[in-house]
């Protein structure tokens, strides 16, 4: 079930955010991953518009949208490639006419997946807080 987020989320969303950007930027310092925790949990999250995927009660993965960017979509790592990241999006689609978002250009498998849900690359940039090349993708074409 895909819920809006509650503030009682928080820590789960968090720690699905830590352990998901570990896996998938594992070309990224993970110290930089924790150094923004707080700012997830500051900044980020309660500026966005966030959505929670949950099965029997626990949260397994969650959407953040910041007007018409897809700011964050993440998963647990341990419940990838079952169709939760796929209804996120599928859910973001419903509230947003169209979607912008950044990815690493190192981040093969998550470019193919957005790939996969219709987005296509605009252009190429620098990330200025890890250095790393990033795609710009939008959804529709």
Not at 32 to 39: A, C
Not at 84 to 113: C, D, M, Q, W
């Amino acid at each position: 079930m895909i819920r809006k987020f509650l503030s009682e989320d928080m820590d789960a969303v968090l720690d699905i955010w830590l352990s998901a950007s570990l896996k998938a930027h594992d070309f990224v310092e993970a110290n930089f991953w924790r150094s923004q925790l707080q700012n997830m949990r500051d900044i980020y999250i309660p500026a966005s518009d966030v959505y929670i995927y949950e099965d029997k009660s626990e949260v397994l993965g969650f959407v953040a949208l910041l007007d018409d960017r897809l700011a964050a979509i993440f998963v647990k790592p341990d419940k990838q490639g079952e169709g939760i990241g796929k209804a996120l999006v599928e859910h973001a689609k419903t509230i947003r006419k169209t979607l912008t978002l950044s990815v690493y250009k190192a981040n093969i498998p998550s470019i193919h997946f957005y790939k996969s849900q219709g987005f296509f690359i605009i252009e190429e940039s620098l990330d200025s807080a890890t250095g790393q090349k990033e795609y710009v993708m939008r959804f529709p074409s």
